[in-house]
Nanobody, 126 residues
Framework: QVQLVESGGGSVPAGGSLRLSCAAS????????VGWYRQAPGKEREFVAV????????NYADSVQGRFTISRDHAMDTVDLQLNNLKPQDTAVYYC???????????????????WGRGTLVTVSS
């Protein structure tokens, strides 16, 4: 069993930055790939980024490529998402999630996860 807890959300103006953190706990938390998703008001949840268990590989949605960076700290057992050059359309509840291997791309895109955090709200004003 893996527990995921997000933090770091808030309100920023367009062009600003935020850093989200996902604290993972559980007997196998350090061996799993971890991803971030977001759900904007009135929209379906969408994939944002994923990082491999070792931290050497990452993949991003086209909409955030070049603006967001995912990283992990094995010592702290956290997976962070750095959000730069934020836009109003980035406003959403951001969730971290885990379950599939990093290579199971279809599951990451479809959101077929085994574990979810409760989310943290990011609001970007124009």
């Amino acid at each position: 069993q893996v527990q995921l807890v997000e933090s770091g959300g808030g309100s920023v103006p367009a062009g600003g930055s935020l850093r989200l953190s996902c604290a993972a706990s559980g007997p196998t938390s350090y061996t799993i790939a971890v991803g971030w998703y977001r759900q904007a008001p009135g929209k379906e949840r969408e994939f944002v980024a994923v990082i491999s268990s070792g931290g050497s590989q990452a993949n991003y949605a086209d909409s955030v490529q070049g603006r967001f960076t995912i990283s992990r700290d094995h010592a702290m057992d956290t997976v962070d998402l750095q959000l730069n050059n934020l836009k109003p359309q980035d406003t959403a509840v951001y969730y971290c999630a885990a379950g599939p291997r990093y290579s199971e791309y279809d599951r990451w895109v479809s959101g077929a996860m085994d574990y979810w955090g409760r989310g943290t709200l990011v609001t970007v004003s124009s």
